[in-house]
């Protein structure tokens, strides 16, 4: 697999072009938003990985890709919904930069819970089709806000970001959704339709997915407004 590789570029203050359909995202799990500049996707490790041995391959394709800042969306601590994954921050070793934003698996931004009570509470939501009772909440949008200006000053600096979560569908759609209405990229009633194809133009493996992974979600990203 031949994987295209971006410099780090010019400051990127004015419009945004989006990625072309049939181009491949950097890694088998993710996809391009700003083709060279922005992607999204998965989690970049694998089981088991502690920093010693080889680098993930999924991470050395995004640092070659020219990837310089990680945002990354998941509660991958003790008693967080996603403890199980292996941090890939050791095999950086500085050669990119890593910001946390934990949100619980399939919830929004600012949501309180995690671990198993964030778990249990998605059961649930599942189970009588309703949206968490702790989220949104009034902090979600301001915390979305944090997001996004993060993502925005990246590409500001003349750096290329990589947004994601677990799977790149739930937490990380409702970001990218998010990103692509502040930016007018889409209207509102074809802000869900066109982050799907972006998706599934790009991400080979996990493209036939829904993104975003839940209706709490959709809504959130129906709801952003252009400019905010």
Same mark, same amino acid.
């Given at each position: 697999?031949?994987?295209? #590789?971006?410099?780090?570029?010019?400051?990127?203050?004015?419009?945004?072009?989006?990625?072309?359909?049939?181009?491949?995202?950097?890694?088998?799990?993710?996809?391009?938003?700003?083709?060279?500049?922005?992607?999204?996707?998965?989690?970049?490790?694998?089981?088991?990985?502690?920093?010693?041995?080889? #680098?993930?391959?999924?991470?050395?394709?995004?640092?070659?890709?020219?990837?310089?800042?990680?945002?990354?969306?998941?509660?991958?601590?003790?008693?967080? @919904?996603?403890?199980?994954?292996?941090?890939?921050?050791?095999?950086?070793?500085?050669?990119?930069?890593?910001?946390?934003?934990?949100?619980?698996?399939?919830?929004?931004?600012?949501?309180?819970?995690?671990?198993?009570?964030?778990?249990?509470?998605?059961?649930?939501?599942?189970?009588?089709?309703?949206?968490?009772?702790?989220?949104?909440?009034?902090?979600?949008?301001?915390?979305?806000?944090?997001?996004?200006?993060?993502?925005?000053?990246?590409?500001?600096?003349?750096?290329?970001?990589?947004?994601?979560?677990? +799977?790149?569908?739930?937490? #990380?759609? #409702?970001?990218? +959704?998010?990103?692509?209405?502040?930016?007018?990229?889409?209207?509102?009633?074809?802000?869900?339709?066109?982050?799907?194809?972006?998706?599934?133009?790009?991400?080979?493996?996990?493209?036939?997915?829904?993104?975003?992974? @839940?209706?709490?979600?959709?809504?959130?990203?129906?709801?952003?407004?252009?400019?905010?």
């Amino acid at each position: 697999m031949t994987i295209a #590789t971006y410099d780090t570029l010019s400051p990127m203050t004015g419009s945004y072009q989006l990625c072309a359909d049939g181009i491949d995202g950097p890694t088998d799990r993710s996809y391009w938003v700003v083709e060279g500049r922005f992607a999204a996707g998965g989690y970049p490790s694998e089981k088991g990985y502690t920093g010693s041995g080889p #680098t993930p391959e999924k991470l050395e394709l995004l640092v070659d890709a020219g990837i310089d800042m990680f945002i990354n969306l998941t509660q991958d601590y003790p008693g967080g @919904t996603d403890v199980k994954m292996s941090h890939y921050d050791p095999g950086l070793g500085g050669s990119a930069g890593i910001v946390r934003f934990p949100i619980p698996d399939e919830h929004l931004p600012a949501c309180p819970l995690g671990g198993d009570e964030a778990r249990e509470t998605t059961f649930r939501m599942r189970l009588d089709d309703k949206s968490c009772p702790h989220c949104p909440n009034e902090k979600s949008i301001s915390e979305m806000k944090k997001i996004l200006d993060r993502i925005d000053t990246v590409l500001d600096v003349g750096q290329n970001v990589y947004v994601h979560c677990w +799977g790149g569908s739930g937490r #990380t759609g #409702t970001v990218v +959704g998010c990103w692509l209405r502040r930016h007018g990229l889409f209207a509102v009633d074809e802000v869900l339709e066109g982050l799907q194809e972006l998706r599934q133009a790009g991400d080979r493996e996990g493209g036939w997915k829904k993104t975003p992974d @839940t209706f709490a979600q959709a809504e959130f990203i129906v709801a952003w407004g252009e400019g905010e």
